[in-house]
């Protein structure tokens, strides 16, 4: 049975700093795929990583996956306010979900 | 374009009431999703389809009822609603791509409680 699990489930930061959250998964995948939550809304697409390797970037935030290891990490450089929400990474072409990361940046 | 419309977006329901989630999609994508969503828990797969006529069960069916009589829709029914049943649900769809990304739209979310 394929398990996800992220970590940590919950992060509170400065605005200004660096930090990672973490996605490991039980089994193969070919794919896995980074979602933003924000309070009360429905889950928005940030990242798709196809490739043992890929790397993806989008302003602040940066994804990548080594899929020997089963690990995908979701980098945040300089922190700020905006980017507070829950983030959550799933695997797998049926998508089965990590708990997500509620990310809190305190200005 | 309006993507994934959920309705209600809320609903309270006594015990042993039934009910009809709505899902439409105006994308034509193939595959269509129900998933609930609970505190702590992450997202779960209730039910799916990858196409007209055509469903099959995720990780937590039992209680729900789903039918894809078109593309376009994917309604979810509550039989006979229970407090564990209180969540948030969301539908979601995507092109069946095979190798493709394959991102998944979401709907903005149903709150169900039932008391």
């Known amino acids: 049975e394929l398990k996800v699990e992220q970590n940590p489930l919950f992060l509170s930061m400065q605005e200004g700093k660096n930090y990672t959250i973490y996605c490991n998964y039980s089994t193969t995948s070919d794919r896995l795929y980074w979602y933003r939550q924000d309070p009360g809304k429905s889950l928005e697409s940030l990242f798709v990583?196809?490739?043992n390797g890929a790397v993806k970037q989008e302003g602040r935030l940066m994804a990548s996956l080594d899929t020997k290891a089963r690990l995908s990490t979701l980098h945040i450089t300089a922190a700020v306010h905006d980017l507070s929400a829950t983030y959550f990474c799933?695997?797998?072409?049926?998508?089965?979900w990590g708990a997500g990361t509620k990310l809190i940046i305190k200005p | 374009n309006a993507g994934v419309t959920q309705t209600p977006k809320f609903q309270v329901l006594k015990t042993g009431q039934s009910m009809t989630l709505q899902c439409a999609q105006d994308m034509n994508h193939e595959y269509m999703s129900w998933y609930r969503q609970d505190p702590g828990m992450g997202l779960r797969l209730i039910h799916y389809?990858?196409?007209?006529?055509?469903?099959d069960q995720g990780e937590v069916p039992n209680g729900y009822n789903v039918s894809r009589s078109t593309t376009e829709d994917f309604p979810l029914r509550l039989l006979s609603a229970a407090p564990s049943q209180t969540s948030v649900y969301f539908c979601a769809s995507r092109h069946d791509e095979g190798s493709g990304a394959n991102v998944l739209t979401f709907g903005a979310g149903s709150r169900l409680t039932v008391l």
């Open positions: 990583l196809l490739s």
């Open positions: 799933a695997v797998n072409y049926q998508l089965i």
């Open positions: 389809s990858v196409g007209a006529g055509i469903t």
